[in-house]
């Protein structure tokens, strides 16, 4: 096991925790953004009393959900395996040990476990490959790109 942790520092040039933190805080932003976007809709969805309009604020509100939760689960699989938060702080999600594009399968395990874990899985950080939870589970790691 320490083995492990040593060679993947040695392979591969590991994003700083300070720098996962600040990504995970913009991808977080992103997310509450869209989140907003749903109450202001469903604020001005009472403004309606139409059957239409209705309709059309439900089908606003679905879509904006999903979209909200579909980015924070697979928000690593877009290209180069970069979210918005990782892109604008020049990190990327690779697979472990071999550097191969995080896939949207992984991208929805690192991040349930996030969801589901994340006191827990945000202090395993810390420790040697500043692996999450999520990240051993999906066979990731995060990288500067």
Do not use: E, H, W
Request: contains cysteine; charged residues 15%.
């Amino acid at each position: 096991m320490m083995s492990d942790s040593l060679t993947a520092t040695g392979t591969f040039n590991l994003a700083s925790r300070s720098k996962r933190l600040l990504g995970f805080i913009v991808d977080m932003a992103v997310v509450f953004f869209i989140l907003l976007l749903k109450y202001l809709m469903a604020s001005l969805a009472m403004r309606f009393y139409s059957t239409f309009g209705q309709m059309f604020f439900q089908v606003i509100d679905a879509v904006l959900t999903l979209l909200a939760f579909g980015y924070f689960l697979f928000c690593d699989a877009l290209p180069k395996g970069q979210s918005l938060g990782k892109r604008l702080f020049s990190m990327s999600v690779v697979g472990y040990p071999y550097a191969t594009n995080c896939t949207p399968f992984q991208s929805f395990l690192r991040n349930a476990c996030k969801m589901l874990f994340s006191p827990l899985d945000g202090f395993l950080v810390l420790f040697g490959l500043r692996r999450r939870l999520g990240d051993m589970l999906a066979k990731t790691i995060v990288i500067n790109a």
